[in-house]
Structures are given as C-alpha cells and as structure tokens.
C-alpha cells in the first residue's frame, strides 16, 4: 500500500496528521482508517469471489459443448482415415507414359473436305 511513498514522505504526513488532529484523535482516526481498509478489502474480495463463480458458470456450458466437439472431430478423422485407406490403390504401380495432352499434341487434324470438281 505504501510502496509509491517513501519513509521521509510518510513521516512527514504523520507529523501533519498529529498537529492537525492532534495526540488524543490521531489514534481513534488510525483506528478508523485501518477498519475502514479491512472493510473495502473484504468488499472486494467478496466481488471478485462473485465474479469469478458467475465466470465459471458461463464457461460451463461451454466446456461441454467442446467436449462434445472434441469428440465429433475424434471420429471425423477416424472416418477420414478409413476412406483413406479404403480409396488407396493396393494394385500394381501404374504405367508411367506420357500424358494426356502429349498423346494428343502429335495428332493432326483431318485435311478439310473439299468437293470434288467435275473435269
């Protein structure tokens, strides 16, 4: 709580309390203040206890929902693997040749048919 405030600041604000306030009040004040820290801590401890249930209860839900995910995407790539293996050829090796673009390139088209004159 004190770290921003060095010794000699703190001294000097506790001198300036004791003569405002005088020897009879300051420890009655101190009393005060320090009661009313313990006060404002509890408070915020009981809103962070508060909000960390209400998070916990929204993440819940969630939590199942990707359980249920998890488990879809499990047996999605069980089924993946499996028509992987089903669609994998098993046969001999193809035969390499050319493809078939090349088979077609060295083919040429027809002449066009030209009637024939009467001579």
């Known amino acids: 709580m004190f770290d921003s405030i060095s010794f000699t600041e703190l001294i000097t604000i506790l001198l300036i309390a004791l003569v405002v306030f005088g020897p ?3 420890p009655e004040l101190a009393r005060k203040a320090g009661e009313w820290a313990r006060e404002i801590r509890k408070t915020a401890g009981e809103f962070r206890r508060g909000l960390d249930k209400e998070v916990a209860e929204i993440k819940e839900p969630f939590k ?12 999605l790539k069980a089924i993946r693997d499996d028509v992987k293996r089903s669609v994998e050829w098993v046969g001999p090796p193809p035969v390499v040749g050319p493809s078939p673009q090349e088979a077609l390139a060295d083919k040429r088209p027809d002449p066009p048919e030209t009637p024939e004159e009467p001579e």
């Open 24 to 26: 009879q009040r300051l």
């Open 64 to 75: 199942e929902v990707k359980a249920d995910l998890d488990q879809a995407q499990g047996d």
